[in-house]
């Protein structure tokens, strides 16, 4: 996983986040579903949701940070510390909810993560799960890119973000019968003046770890000056994201 959290500015500054995985609450099929895991559940705003919809939620996420804040907002749901990656539960439920996590594992553990879900999941249970799609965020990547590359700086990031085809056969190679897949642009808007070059610091931490303050300060404002005319919208600034949201289950 490639995540480095500042959980109460996330919560704080980001809570767009589990706000539009509301959409995706509405996949689940209540008639066939009671215990539900929230896989990388962060502060628990979705798994407070999943509980007022009536699932015996549990919430698991890498952060013990996020964890507690998702304590403190849900004292009856159990949380635990869980990799992604590599997880087992002790008894299967009948779904497993993902929103905004998938994209933070590298493409090569994608198959860990599956085989893990499909073990979690009882015969006939349910994968409902949204994340980065191909394009996502191209123009924020693409201009960050041209202001490393123009100073001789390496650039790379590590997130993944799929076709609905590379990721279906992802998931049919790990035994998933996928039964609905979207792609679909979502441009989402940022709070205040900065918020673009606040999502640039909070979100994209890999290529500016090895070069000194000054300079990746001076690389975040050219960023924000470059994307001004596509991305500023009236003085809000907007991410352009794109999101993948699917429906498997594991085929009894
Ligand atoms: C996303 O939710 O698409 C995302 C957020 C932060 C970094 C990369 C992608």
Same mark, same amino acid.
């Given at each position: 996983m490639n995540i480095q959290w500042d959980a109460r500015k996330y919560v704080q500054e980001f809570d767009f986040v589990p706000k539009y995985g509301e959409a995706l609450l509405?996949?689940?099929?209540?008639?066939?579903v009671h215990s539900v895991l929230d896989l990388g559940c962060g502060s628990g705003a979705l798994t407070a949701q999943l509980a007022a919809a009536g699932y015996a939620v549990c919430g698991m996420? =890498?952060? $013990? $940070?996020?964890?507690? !804040?998702?304590?403190?907002?849900?004292?009856?749901?159990? *949380? *635990?510390k869980g990799d992604a990656t590599d997880f087992a539960l002790k008894m299967p439920v009948d779904a497993v909810f993902s929103n905004a996590v998938l994209h933070w594992i590298d493409r090569e553990r994608q198959a860990d993560t599956l085989r893990c879900v499909y073990r979690a999941l009882r015969q006939g249970g349910q994968f409902v799960f949204e994340m980065g799609g191909a394009g996502n965020a191209e123009q924020i990547y693409d201009a960050l890119r041209q202001a490393f590359e123009k100073r001789h700086f390496p650039y790379q990031i590590s997130f993944y973000f799929p076709s609905i085809g590379?990721? =279906?056969? !992802?998931? $049919?190679? =790990?035994?998933?019968?996928? /039964?609905?897949? /979207?792609? *679909? =642009?979502r441009p989402t808007p940022l709070k205040g003046d900065e918020g673009l070059a606040d999502w640039i610091r909070m979100f994209i931490k890999e290529p500016f770890s090895a070069i000194p303050t000054a300079q990746a300060d $001076?690389?975040?404002?050219?960023t924000v000056e470059t994307l001004r005319p596509a991305l500023c919208q009236n003085g809000v600034w907007l991410v352009d994201y794109v999101r993948l949201r699917c429906k498997a289950d594991k085929q009894a």
């Amino acid at each position: 996983m490639n995540i480095q959290w500042d959980a109460r500015k996330y919560v704080q500054e980001f809570d767009f986040v589990p706000k539009y995985g509301e959409a995706l609450l509405a996949l689940l099929d209540p008639e066939q579903v009671h215990s539900v895991l929230d896989l990388g559940c962060g502060s628990g705003a979705l798994t407070a949701q999943l509980a007022a919809a009536g699932y015996a939620v549990c919430g698991m996420d =890498a952060s $013990e $940070e996020q964890l507690r !804040l998702a304590q403190q907002r849900c004292p009856g749901i159990p *949380f *635990f510390k869980g990799d992604a990656t590599d997880f087992a539960l002790k008894m299967p439920v009948d779904a497993v909810f993902s929103n905004a996590v998938l994209h933070w594992i590298d493409r090569e553990r994608q198959a860990d993560t599956l085989r893990c879900v499909y073990r979690a999941l009882r015969q006939g249970g349910q994968f409902v799960f949204e994340m980065g799609g191909a394009g996502n965020a191209e123009q924020i990547y693409d201009a960050l890119r041209q202001a490393f590359e123009k100073r001789h700086f390496p650039y790379q990031i590590s997130f993944y973000f799929p076709s609905i085809g590379e990721y =279906a056969s !992802l998931m $049919e190679q =790990a035994g998933f019968r996928v /039964t609905y897949a /979207t792609l *679909f =642009a979502r441009p989402t808007p940022l709070k205040g003046d900065e918020g673009l070059a606040d999502w640039i610091r909070m979100f994209i931490k890999e290529p500016f770890s090895a070069i000194p303050t000054a300079q990746a300060d $001076e690389i975040v404002r050219e960023t924000v000056e470059t994307l001004r005319p596509a991305l500023c919208q009236n003085g809000v600034w907007l991410v352009d994201y794109v999101r993948l949201r699917c429906k498997a289950d594991k085929q009894a």
